[in-house]
């Protein structure tokens, strides 16, 4: 691992630039009432990891109740609430927002080459809406929690349960808005704001993958946002459009809600492979490899991820032909994501790879996503979803995406565009560590779970048989690892805030525009709007690049 | 505001630059006006869609549940008057006319116009709403508001019900009358959250009459006038499909 492509200004004379985002205003108002699309990055960033280390604290509780069989730490009640709120906290604070509010509200207009995105007004609105959604779901956990499990199933989130469903129903209502004003925000930017010769097979894949992840915002949430309407509306005044006595029909629910939240799945995932293609792309030194493969196999799995969401409901009384086309569609939204896999690594084959820890980050991505992909293969498989469901497969399989995919991700984002966003790097080794532990810890968590389904160890359940015990002291054991994976970057990365070296404006020398300009970058970005003259992932441009500023500067 | 001022001393090379005064509602991160209306206007067509998103739900549980339970949804929409419903349907259109010239009005910068057609649409607004509120008034007093006071009366004993009379209506069974709840579920919730878009249009239009006057909206800038005018479009397109699948396509059908 000696071998690295970082390469910094001389420590001794460098200096952040005085004039950048950050230093361009002072005092709480000017943060609060910013237009400016990396401020409000920033906002989000902070916020978001709040929430993340309260959704963590309450995954932790879980982890403690469930390492003894006995439910001796919490009430059974007490645990449904807790790992509904994981859930709920987990999935529409986190999730959804983490990489395109933070990375992709920070860079996307970087990389076109924009000054800001299309609509500040509208990205600080939906940082405000986020907020107070998110200040609402912890008044409702603080004043008796909700049990209904994130996915708030009818008849029981309607009529049975007594706990806070409305105010976190408009807690996740109010969020929802926040994020199709982002995805909203991101399809006008990609299609009016990019620079002079940023063709749409110029951008940068991170950029493809956002516009896969907006459609899916903007079409998606408001039908989310309609089945909870329908949801307080029959908890309030009674109407029955799910109520089984009065008619309704409890799976129609079902059908809206996963109209949306399977499609959120994707939401949550493809911004992070946006992540990956640029990492892989930089730490290998290579373009992607099928450019338009990978571009177009984003919009793919956004175009058929519409299509699926019947496979969350094999077992809840949908028709057997319905089981059938939705199986069969379901293997379909496989194929885009392996063209991404396959592509990556054949953009490592014969590359010149180096391994900081954005790039380790990243090969943690890979595998634990394509574990995560592939069982999601089994769980599609009508014969073996109907003994999988419901189960601690189902647990593993969607932690393997979303944590061992997703979070991997995000932290592979947020170390490669660090420098980028604060002008100084995080300490290189312990963020090592930091990835190794992350990737150990996460493996002890939820590869026992993947057993412990297949044992038919049923989710959502306080208390187990003692047989399955020892697995579960592995899975807890293993999420106190992740929990110190989780916890090094927070520490090393506000360290190195004060302390980390002087990044100048292109540590790794990466090829996009957001790394042409200087970091931490102005508010209005760049000085002169620049002109898309080259390829995206275009070594040899900036090889001239360089040679060129050499000629000029001697 | 202030990063406005920055870019005024940052050079710039770039051609749309430079050459002439930029109008004071540019903004800075746009490279011209016309970037900057397109981009607008983009956005406002995309927020529709989101809207259509989600008015589809409610249509799609329509839809279903008409299929099921047919016999009901026919005995049910007997109840709706259609005299109002036709009226509010004329409010609702001409008030979209009264938008549209209010647009034309802003484009083609005459204030006094503009204020008038905004009064307008505003006054075609509380209308609509007025005439709402006497049919959901109507609908409380013959308990077919769903929920604890639900009856079923007007369905079990058409013989009892002005409506159902005079649609020729026959008693329903009790299992597919208890099914109009579904009906008047969907009715609530279809026309409520159209209600509640045209409250907001009319507190955004309110807003905007006060705007107009100040001359806001006829010096060339009228993004906002033309947006607003595609949501309120918008939403009188939603009634138009209500109209005819909560009030009128069963009219006379028998059960």
Redesign the interface.
């Given at each position: 691992m000696s071998a690295t492509i970082v390469s910094l200004p001389d420590q001794s004379t460098a200096r952040i630039p005085k004039v950048n985002f950050l230093t361009k205003e002072n005092g709480l108002l000017s943060w609060l009432l910013t237009g400016d699309h990396k401020r409000i990055a920033v906002l989000y960033l902070i916020s978001l990891t709040f929430f993340f280390f309260i959704g963590g604290a309450l995954a932790g509780l879980i982890r403690l109740e469930l390492l003894t069989p006995q439910t001796d730490l919490m009430a059974t009640d007490t645990y449904n609430k807790v790992f509904t709120m994981h859930g709920v906290i987990m999935v529409f604070f986190f999730l959804v927002p983490s990489v395109p509010a933070t990375l992709g509200n920070f860079l996307i207009p970087l990389m076109l080459g924009a000054k800001d995105l299309a609509l500040p007004k509208v990205n600080l609105l939906s940082w405000y809406l986020y907020v107070a959604g998110g200040i609402l779901a912890i008044y409702t956990m603080a004043t008796g929690g909700v049990d209904t499990g994130w996915t708030f199933t009818t008849p029981l989130s309607t009529h049975y349960v007594n706990t806070n469903v409305l105010t976190t129903g408009l807690a996740v209502f109010i969020a929802g808005f926040s994020s199709i004003f982002t995805g909203l925000n991101f399809i006008v930017t990609i299609h009016k704001m990019r620079c002079p010769g940023m063709t749409w097979f110029r951008m940068p894949l991170f950029v493809w993958a956002h516009y896969a992840a907006s459609i899916l915002m903007v079409l998606g949430t408001p039908v989310v946002a309609i089945a909870i309407v329908l949801v307080a509306l029959e908890r309030t005044i009674g109407i029955g459009v799910f109520d089984p006595t009065k008619g309704g029909d409890p799976l129609l629910f079902q059908h809206l809600f996963w109209f949306y939240s399977h499609p959120a799945v994707y939401i949550m995932i493809l911004p992070g492979m946006g992540v990956i293609s640029e990492t892989i792309s930089t730490f290998s030194r290579k373009r992607v490899f099928g450019y338009t493969a990978v571009a177009f196999s984003s919009v793919a799995i956004a175009v058929f991820g519409f299509f699926v969401w019947a496979h969350h409901m094999f077992i809840m009384g949908i028709s057997n032909y319905a089981v059938l086309v939705f199986s069969l569609l379901t293997m379909l939204v496989a194929v885009p994501s392996a063209i991404k896999i396959f592509n990556w690594t054949f953009t490592l084959y014969k590359g010149s790879i180096t391994f900081e820890t954005p790039m380790l980050y990243t090969f943690g991505f890979m595998g634990l996503f394509t574990i995560g992909g592939l069982t999601g293969v089994f769980l599609g498989t009508s014969g073996t979803d109907i003994h999988l469901t419901e189960t601690y497969f189902i647990v593993a399989h969607f932690h393997f995406v979303m944590v061992g995919g997703m979070l991997m991700a995000f932290l592979a984002g947020i170390h490669f565009w660090w420098p980028k966003m604060t002008g100084r790097m995080y300490p290189e080794k312990i963020s090592q560590l930091a990835a190794v532990v992350t990737f150990i810890g996460f493996n002890f968590t939820f590869f026992p779970q993947f057993i412990l389904g297949t044992l038919g160890m049923p989710r959502r359940y306080a208390s187990y048989p003692p047989e399955f015990q020892v697995l579960n002291v592995f899975s807890t054991a293993g999420a106190t690892i992740l929990g110190v994976g989780y916890l090094l970057p927070i520490l090393y990365l506000t360290w190195s805030l004060k302390y980390g070296e002087i990044a100048g404006n292109n540590p790794w020398q990466a090829t996009g525009l957001e790394w042409q300009t200087q970091s931490p970058p102005l508010t209005e970005n760049f000085l002169v709007t620049p002109i898309m003259d080259h390829e995206a992932y275009d070594y040899e441009w900036l090889e001239n690049q360089k040679e060129k500023e050499v000629a000029s500067v001697g | 505001m202030?990063?406005s001022t920055?870019?005024a001393h940052?050079?710039?090379?770039?051609p749309e630059h430079g050459h002439e005064e930029h109008p004071a509602y540019l903004?800075?991160?746009f490279?011209n006006v016309e970037?900057q209306a397109?981009?607008?206007g983009?956005?406002m067509w995309?927020?529709l869609?989101?809207?259509v998103?989600?008015?589809?739900?409610?249509f799609?549980?329509y839809l279903?549940?008409r299929n099921?339970?047919y016999p009901?949804f026919v005995a049910a929409s007997h109840q709706l008057d259609i005299f109002w419903g036709t009226l509010n349907t004329l409010l609702l259109i001409s008030s979209s006319f009264t938008m549209a010239m209010g647009v034309w009005c802003a484009e083609t910068r005459k204030k006094q116009g503009l204020v008038l057609c905004l009064v307008l649409t505003f006054i075609l607004g509380i209308g609509f709403l007025g005439i709402k509120t006497i049919e959901y008034k109507e609908k409380i007093e013959k308990h077919h508001?769903?929920?604890?006071h639900y009856s079923l009366n007007s369905f079990l004993n058409p013989d009892t019900d002005e409506a159902a009379v005079k649609a020729g209506d026959k008693p329903l069974p009790l299992d597919m009358a208890?099914?109009t709840?579904?009906y008047?579920?969907?009715y609530?919730?279809m026309t409520?959250?159209h209600a509640l878009h045209m409250i907001i249009g009319i507190a955004i239009l309110g807003f905007m009459i006060f705007r107009a006057q100040a001359g806001a909206y006829t010096a060339g800038h009228v993004t906002f006038v033309e947006n607003f005018g595609l949501y309120w479009h918008f939403v009188d397109i939603v009634w138009i499909f209500l109209f005819p699948l909560l009030y009128l396509i069963s009219r006379h059908a028998n059960t």
């Amino acid at each position: 691992m000696s071998a690295t492509i970082v390469s910094l200004p001389d420590q001794s004379t460098a200096r952040i630039p005085k004039v950048n985002f950050l230093t361009k205003e002072n005092g709480l108002l000017s943060w609060l009432l910013t237009g400016d699309h990396k401020r409000i990055a920033v906002l989000y960033l902070i916020s978001l990891t709040f929430f993340f280390f309260i959704g963590g604290a309450l995954a932790g509780l879980i982890r403690l109740e469930l390492l003894t069989p006995q439910t001796d730490l919490m009430a059974t009640d007490t645990y449904n609430k807790v790992f509904t709120m994981h859930g709920v906290i987990m999935v529409f604070f986190f999730l959804v927002p983490s990489v395109p509010a933070t990375l992709g509200n920070f860079l996307i207009p970087l990389m076109l080459g924009a000054k800001d995105l299309a609509l500040p007004k509208v990205n600080l609105l939906s940082w405000y809406l986020y907020v107070a959604g998110g200040i609402l779901a912890i008044y409702t956990m603080a004043t008796g929690g909700v049990d209904t499990g994130w996915t708030f199933t009818t008849p029981l989130s309607t009529h049975y349960v007594n706990t806070n469903v409305l105010t976190t129903g408009l807690a996740v209502f109010i969020a929802g808005f926040s994020s199709i004003f982002t995805g909203l925000n991101f399809i006008v930017t990609i299609h009016k704001m990019r620079c002079p010769g940023m063709t749409w097979f110029r951008m940068p894949l991170f950029v493809w993958a956002h516009y896969a992840a907006s459609i899916l915002m903007v079409l998606g949430t408001p039908v989310v946002a309609i089945a909870i309407v329908l949801v307080a509306l029959e908890r309030t005044i009674g109407i029955g459009v799910f109520d089984p006595t009065k008619g309704g029909d409890p799976l129609l629910f079902q059908h809206l809600f996963w109209f949306y939240s399977h499609p959120a799945v994707y939401i949550m995932i493809l911004p992070g492979m946006g992540v990956i293609s640029e990492t892989i792309s930089t730490f290998s030194r290579k373009r992607v490899f099928g450019y338009t493969a990978v571009a177009f196999s984003s919009v793919a799995i956004a175009v058929f991820g519409f299509f699926v969401w019947a496979h969350h409901m094999f077992i809840m009384g949908i028709s057997n032909y319905a089981v059938l086309v939705f199986s069969l569609l379901t293997m379909l939204v496989a194929v885009p994501s392996a063209i991404k896999i396959f592509n990556w690594t054949f953009t490592l084959y014969k590359g010149s790879i180096t391994f900081e820890t954005p790039m380790l980050y990243t090969f943690g991505f890979m595998g634990l996503f394509t574990i995560g992909g592939l069982t999601g293969v089994f769980l599609g498989t009508s014969g073996t979803d109907i003994h999988l469901t419901e189960t601690y497969f189902i647990v593993a399989h969607f932690h393997f995406v979303m944590v061992g995919g997703m979070l991997m991700a995000f932290l592979a984002g947020i170390h490669f565009w660090w420098p980028k966003m604060t002008g100084r790097m995080y300490p290189e080794k312990i963020s090592q560590l930091a990835a190794v532990v992350t990737f150990i810890g996460f493996n002890f968590t939820f590869f026992p779970q993947f057993i412990l389904g297949t044992l038919g160890m049923p989710r959502r359940y306080a208390s187990y048989p003692p047989e399955f015990q020892v697995l579960n002291v592995f899975s807890t054991a293993g999420a106190t690892i992740l929990g110190v994976g989780y916890l090094l970057p927070i520490l090393y990365l506000t360290w190195s805030l004060k302390y980390g070296e002087i990044a100048g404006n292109n540590p790794w020398q990466a090829t996009g525009l957001e790394w042409q300009t200087q970091s931490p970058p102005l508010t209005e970005n760049f000085l002169v709007t620049p002109i898309m003259d080259h390829e995206a992932y275009d070594y040899e441009w900036l090889e001239n690049q360089k040679e060129k500023e050499v000629a000029s500067v001697g | 505001m202030s990063d406005s001022t920055a870019i005024a001393h940052s050079p710039h090379d770039a051609p749309e630059h430079g050459h002439e005064e930029h109008p004071a509602y540019l903004r800075h991160h746009f490279e011209n006006v016309e970037q900057q209306a397109d981009a607008a206007g983009f956005a406002m067509w995309l927020f529709l869609l989101t809207e259509v998103m989600f008015f589809g739900g409610l249509f799609t549980a329509y839809l279903i549940y008409r299929n099921w339970y047919y016999p009901a949804f026919v005995a049910a929409s007997h109840q709706l008057d259609i005299f109002w419903g036709t009226l509010n349907t004329l409010l609702l259109i001409s008030s979209s006319f009264t938008m549209a010239m209010g647009v034309w009005c802003a484009e083609t910068r005459k204030k006094q116009g503009l204020v008038l057609c905004l009064v307008l649409t505003f006054i075609l607004g509380i209308g609509f709403l007025g005439i709402k509120t006497i049919e959901y008034k109507e609908k409380i007093e013959k308990h077919h508001v769903p929920g604890f006071h639900y009856s079923l009366n007007s369905f079990l004993n058409p013989d009892t019900d002005e409506a159902a009379v005079k649609a020729g209506d026959k008693p329903l069974p009790l299992d597919m009358a208890r099914h109009t709840e579904v009906y008047f579920s969907l009715y609530f919730a279809m026309t409520g959250m159209h209600a509640l878009h045209m409250i907001i249009g009319i507190a955004i239009l309110g807003f905007m009459i006060f705007r107009a006057q100040a001359g806001a909206y006829t010096a060339g800038h009228v993004t906002f006038v033309e947006n607003f005018g595609l949501y309120w479009h918008f939403v009188d397109i939603v009634w138009i499909f209500l109209f005819p699948l909560l009030y009128l396509i069963s009219r006379h059908a028998n059960t």
